[in-house]
């Protein structure tokens, strides 16, 4: 089947902000996407809490950018970018949002998160029921853009993933003994759980605007409801892992007007389709000020993921 291309961005046009949250440096917009419910799926933590799925490293030996799902399921388990798995013998994040088939096995592409160890720890992974923070995930999307053109596969510069994480360890005063990002989760346990209780999980909505010392650092859409619901503490936890670094007492508040402006200004960017590695397309958005992907099957947006661009991305 010849891919091709949707203008997920034409969906922004009709999206409404219907509430917001603030605690601190951070601020949260509940956005209504009116994109319909789509086809039924199950997110990887109900996955791998049923035990539908098994995920391990690719072979024995280990590949740092891949490793292997297997679908036991009959349901179809869709994976956000950036979430992230512990175990095996290194820490990874998803690169791009993936829907994995029924009864199926196939590659995921990945990063490592945790410079420092390469050995294994478990035979499978787990969900670390965190995601990569904002600020990563905006890089690794930047990142993976560049390398659908040169490769026709979502893949980043693991050198400056690394590079990051270890910014990001030095800037929150994260001890760590192998270089791993979840380590900042674990040192930063108490107070994030504070920010989860202050920040509760809207019901009335399917997508979010995530706004960090009145920055927007990102914003998750997806199809249904329920689905943001289920990952709305990944979602805290990794952007509350970029307001750590932000003092709140010098922030003002962001209005909802800043908000649609940006959503407005981003239905301008280009879209560029590729293949998913999973089902259906990776439709990868670029803009003067935007930038990020959509998960499109058969036409219907299951997720779109997209960041404040505050510099060029290279290759793109």
Known sequence: MPLQTFTVLDTLKHTVISGRQRAGSLEIFHLRWPVGNGPAYVTLDEALGSHWIEIAESTESGQVSQIKIINHS?????????????????????????????????????????????????????????????????????????????????????????????????????????????????????????????????TDCNAAVFVVAGVVAGSDFFDKKETLQKLWTKLIRSCSLDALEQPSQTVTSTSADDISTWLERSTKAAQEPFPSPGLGQDVRIEGVDVLGASLVLNDHPIHMELFHRTAPVPGL
Not at 110 to 118: A, L, N, P, Y
């Open 74 to 202: 009959e349901h179809m388990i869709f994976l956000m970018a950036g979430e992230h798995l512990v175990g095996c013998k290194q820490n990874r994040v998803l690169n791009s949002s993936i829907m994995v088939p029924p009864k199926a096995e196939m590659p995921l592409p990945v990063t490592c998160v945790e410079r420092g160890r390469w050995g294994y720890s478990s035979r499978a992974f787990s969900s670390a029921g965190t995601s990569s923070y904002y600020g990563l995930r905006a890089m690794m999307s930047g990142q993976a853009h560049k390398s659908y053109r040169s490769s026709g596969m979502p893949i980043s510069d693991q050198r400056e993933v690394w590079g990051e994480v270890s910014r990001k360890l030095a800037a929150t005063g994260s001890p760590s003994r192998s270089d791993a990002m979840q380590d900042v989760y674990q040192n930063y346990a108490t107070k994030l759980k504070e920010l989860e209780e202050k920040l509760p999980a809207p």
